[in-house]
């Protein structure tokens, strides 16, 4: 059995915490959908280990651009595999 990597270097780390703050506040995930903080950060952390995400550009998009990449992680992660189901793409990757 494969085992999911979170293998992140310690900036990148805190880029994803903060990617995740703004998620939870701009969406209001945690109240609304009661989706904890420590998920996203680990669908973020396992993305970013596999695809590589330009993780600067994505804390930075439109809110638009950063729902499609961020939402779209949390809807299509297999998190069996570590790998993105229906052919979903982030629009942020390197």
Known sequence: MNRIKFNVNEADRQLIERIADRYMEDFKAGSDLGIPKLDV???LQCVHTY???DLEELWLASPFNFAHDVGGIRRNLNRETGR????FR???IR
């Open 41 to 43: 950060v680990m669908d």
């Open 51 to 53: 695809l590589k995400l």
């Open 84 to 87: 993105l189901d229906n052919n």
């Open 90 to 92: 982030p629009r942020f």
